[in-house]
Nanobody
Framework: QVQLVESGGGLVQAGGSLRLSCAAS????????MGWYRQAPEKQRELVAQ???????TYAESVKGRFAISRDSVMTTVNLQMDSLKPEDTAVYYC?????????WGKGTLVTVSS
């Protein structure tokens, strides 16, 4: 089992920045990817950004150039730097890791961007 704890959410004005962090613990051996998803009210959960063990990064088109994902070398922490935030970025952000074919999710952290 992998436990995930997110931090860094909050309220920010449009144009501002936030940094989300996710710490993984437990059976971390075998994690092959770490990422962030988000879910806005009445919308489906969507991928925001993902980073693989090899360092390959994937971003949603809507956040390219504004968000940056990073991780530590041992795949225990994944961060999401969010700049130039927009009201449409308001959502609950979830950390996800993939380990041995299984997805593990954090409980989520709320990001609210005011206009």
């Amino acid at each position: 089992q992998v436990q995930l704890v997110e931090s860094g959410g909050g309220l920010v004005q449009a144009g501002g920045s936030l940094r989300l962090s996710c710490a993984a613990s437990g059976s971390i051996f075998g994690i092959v990817a770490m990422g962030w998803y988000r879910q806005a009210p009445e919308k489906q959960r969507e991928l925001v950004a993902q980073i693989s063990r090899g360092g390959a990064r994937t971003y949603a088109e809507s956040v390219k150039g504004r968000f940056a994902i990073s991780r530590d070398s041992v795949m225990t922490t994944v961060n999401l730097q969010m700049d130039s935030l927009k009201p449409e970025d308001t959502a609950v952000y979830y950390c996800k890791v993939v380990r041995l074919g299984t997805d593990y999710w954090g409980k989520g952290t709320l990001v609210t961007v005011s206009s």
